[in-house]
């Protein structure tokens, strides 16, 4: 039956001022499939000064009567204004919008890991807004086919723009349930789960008379169809680095046969191809849901988007059939009720909406923006359980960008592992320098996708300096974490290579010359202007060969010295303390000396060997050439051997002693002892034998007796006695004989 022109058919109120506090006057809404609904109410009240605070953000209601039963559109106030004042009453007008408003209210950046779509939202709604799952917001799909996310990021987004990006990307919608006592959020995938609008029967189409007949039946007065032509074919293609040879375009999914016109939608960041060909289905089905579009007019009060309403009566019988709301504004008026608005007066309620066939599955136009990280972006890299860098090669980071990362501890788990881009790389071999934590990192993301990053190096900052600046300007410097260092330095023309443990290798183009040194400082130096290579180690030991000089030099830590010296064709020895041998091949000469000036010198060129003492004063010459040995001493005594036999003796004192025997033999000649000044004395114990050609001379203590060919004379104590074989001659001057 028609409302009664008397009764008060729209009402509205606050969670702080009840209805009747003011009168609703007229209003509109507008509905959206997969967006907010918006109602702007306006109201008339007696109280000119109704506190802000008691509208502005409160949980409200208005309320449709609908043949003596309220339809209720629940939600929270956005905007409340103060207008006109007519007639000793104040104008207000109140902006009505759904709870989930407020996440468009905040903008962040956030990353999700390892998440499903579900528990995506499910973790906002819960942990920031204390929405209640069931009452708040319900989920109606088929979650479980949707593969988990292993990266998601929201940037410089809202909130809400955030979820309903995510939604819309995955062929989900969602609609307000206002039936119980706020607007719950509904999502879906499946128009099988969207309710029917509270009807006993289809509601009919009539487009005669006014909007509503005169028994109060509600109509659709005006009803519209448009079909137009949409691509044909729908693909999904990928590339996934885990899986670099897996194909992932997609079969193809067919919007609507005998249509032309191909689609691919490339880097929609499917795992896998049975993702790809997933997706591809529900983008065709986002296109074939509209390739028949219905839009229509009428008065029926139940309306709702996301919700399914019957139609009969219809002059062409295929359109008596069940479609779902995506679209609807609402116009309700009820001015005629206040004399001073009354002229003001339009119809008392009608809506416009727009529908698809309930039959087809119904997906979400993508229509919310989707951010792109251009540019280049910055994170922090850290450990993930003591490792900088994963089984893959790629690293962990802190995104700077990301709020959430603020309040997990350091644990590598910030975000997922990023691969980072080398100057050279393939299957097994490459260029690759590891980061370490605490390193700023700079990275981009591919196509713009912020799910999508990937890492183009490091860059030093106030904490991390660079090894080459304005102090160094000419040096070019590859340095580890653990100070292995590669140094070109081009002002000296030079190269350093030094490990962690401070072993290095130079090479001076400048100087010519490359060096070696350990961190025991051990040394090789390998000297091309100078023509030398030098060794020296920890301790001074010291090995020098030199081209220029042509020597060859090893010298001990305790100056001990080997020379092998080719200029100069000599080899020398010498020790410490300044022991020397030294071997002359221009001289022929090797000499051997002591430090105190001992020496021996074996002369080649001179055939000489000499045995000398420091001043050379005492020596023993051995001359090959003259066949000579000569001893000879500081006070100028000497002993002479020479090749003819000649053996001579020069010295101021000749002592000749035998502890045993001695003889003194002239085998082939005649032996001569001559004193010549203090005579010769001869000594001997108990005897003294001299003998020659038989003859003797034999002194003793018995007395001294001659024997010469028979004959002998002896001289004792007791006298002389002679004795001869033959005539005895006596002669002298004068013979005396005693009696």
């Known amino acids: 039956m028609p409302p009664r022109a008397h009764e008060t058919q729209f009402t509205f109120r606050t969670a702080a001022i009840p209805e009747d506090h003011w009168h609703v006057t007229h209003f509109e809404g507008e509905e959206n499939i997969s967006d907010l609904f918006k109602f702007t109410i306006h109201l008339l009240s007696d109280d000119h000064a109704i506190d802000f605070a008691d ?77 209640r799952p069931g009452v708040d917001f319900e989920f109606e799909s088929h979650f479980g086919q949707y593969p988990r996310k292993e990266y998601v990021v929201m940037y410089q987004e809202s909130e809400l723009d955030f979820l309903k990006r995510i939604l819309e990307h995955e062929g989900i919608f969602f609609y307000f349930d206002h039936e119980g006592d706020t607007d719950k959020w509904v999502i879906a995938d499946d128009s099988a789960f969207c309710p029917f609008v509270a009807l006993d029967d289809d509601i009919p189409y009539h487009n005669e008379g006014g909007m509503q007949d005169e028994t109060g039946i509600e109509i659709i007065r005006d009803f519209m169809t448009r079909g137009r032509v949409v691509t044909g074919k ?70 709702r988007v996301g919700h399914i309403f019957g139609m009969r009566q219809h002059f062409r019988d295929d359109r008596n059939t069940s479609y779902l709301l995506t679209h609807l504004t609402h116009r309700g008026d009820q001015r005629h009720r206040h004399t001073a608005l009354a002229a003001l007066q339009g119809e008392e309620y009608v809506n416009e909406f727009d529908s698809v066939l309930f039959s087809l599955p119904f997906r979400p136009e993508r229509k919310t923006n989707i951010p792109r990280m251009d540019g280049i972006l910055t994170a922090t890299m850290e450990h ?40 050279y790389s393939g299957s097994g071999y490459g260029f690759h320098f590891p980061h370490h934590e605490r390193t700023e990192m700079v990275f981009a993301c591919l196509e713009g996708d912020p799910n999508r990053p990937i890492a183009l190096g490091t860059v030093p900052n106030a904490n991390n300096t660079t090894p080459v600046t304005s102090q160094n300007q000419k040096q070019n410097i590859l340095r580890t974490h653990a100070h292995n260092e590669l140094l070109m330095d081009d002002a000296e023309t030079a190269i350093r290579l030094k490990t962690s443990n401070n072993h290095v290798l130079n090479m001076t183009d400048g100087g010519e010359k490359v060096e070696l040194i350990t961190k025991e ?53 010498q020790t410490k303390y300044g022991h020397e041998l030294k071997m002359e091949d221009p001289a022929k000469k090797i000499r051997l000396s002591t430090n105190a000036g001992h020496h021996l010198s074996l002369d080649d060129q001179n055939n000489l060997i000499v045995l000398a003492d420091q001043a050379l004063n005492n020596k023993l010459v051995i001359q090959s050439a003259a066949n000579k040995v000569e001893l000879r001493s500081v006070s100028g005594e000497i002993w002479e051997l020479s090749e003819a036999g000649k053996h001579t003796i020069k010295t101021q004192t000749l002592d000749v002693q035998a502890t045993a025997n001695a003889d003194i033999k002239s085998t082939g000649g005649k032996l001569t002892l001559k ?52 005539i005895v001659d006596i002669s002298g001057a004068m013979i005396k004989q005693n009696a």
């Not at 010291?542 to 080899?571: C, P």
């Not at 108990?686 to 007395?703: C, D, M, V, Y």
């Not at 001289?715 to 002389?720: D, E, H, R």
Request: charged share 25%; net charge negative.
């Open 521 to 573: 400082e051990n040394k090789l130096v390998m000297h091309d202007k100078e023509n030398f290579i030098r060794m020296d180690t920890t301790d001074k030991h010291i090995f020098v060969m030199h081209d220029q000089e042509k020597f060859i030099q090893l010298q001990s830590t305790g100056q001990n010295v080997i020379r092998l010296d080719d200029q100069r064709e000599a080899i020398a020895i």
């Open 675 to 726: 004193g010549m000044g203090g005579g010769v004395e001869v000594e001997g114990f108990p005897n003294i034998k001299l003998t020659a050609s038989g003859s003797t001379i034999e002194i003793g203590p018995a007395g001294i007796k001659l024997t010469a060919m028979g004959n002998t004379i002896e001289l004792g104590v007791t006298g002389i006695k002679i004795s001869a074989g033959a």
């Open 234 to 303: 729908y693909y999904v293609d990928d590339y996934n680095y885990s899986t670099p040879t897996t194909d992932l375009l997609s079969p193809g999914a067919t919007t609507v046969s005998q249509m032309e016109g191909v689609a691919v939608e490339y880097g929609a960041n499917v795992p896998d191809a049975t993702a790809s060909d997933q997706l591809a289905q529900r983008r065709a089905q986002e296109i074939a849901c509209r390739q028949l579009m219905f839009s229509g007019r009428g008065d029926c009060r139940a309306f």
């Open 384 to 423: 993930h359980q003591g490792n900088y860098i994963d089984a893959e090669g790629r690293y962990h980071a802190r995104l700077h960008f990301d709020q959430r990362s603020q309040q997990i501890a350091p644990s590598g788990d910030a975000t997922l592992p990023i691969r980072m881009t080398q100057p």
């Open 55 to 131: 509208v502005v953000m409160q949980s409200c209601t208005l309320t449709i009567l609908r043949n003596g039963e309220e339809v209720k559109h629940h939600g929270i106030v956005s905007e409340f204004f103060q207008d006109e004042f007519v007639v000793e009453q104040c104008i207000y007008r109140v902006t009505m919008v759904p709870k989930i408003w407020k996440l468009s209210l905040s903008k962040g950046n956030y990353i999700y890991q390892d998440k499903s779509v579900r528990e995506i939202i499910e973790d906002l709604l819960t942990r920031r807004y204390n929405f």
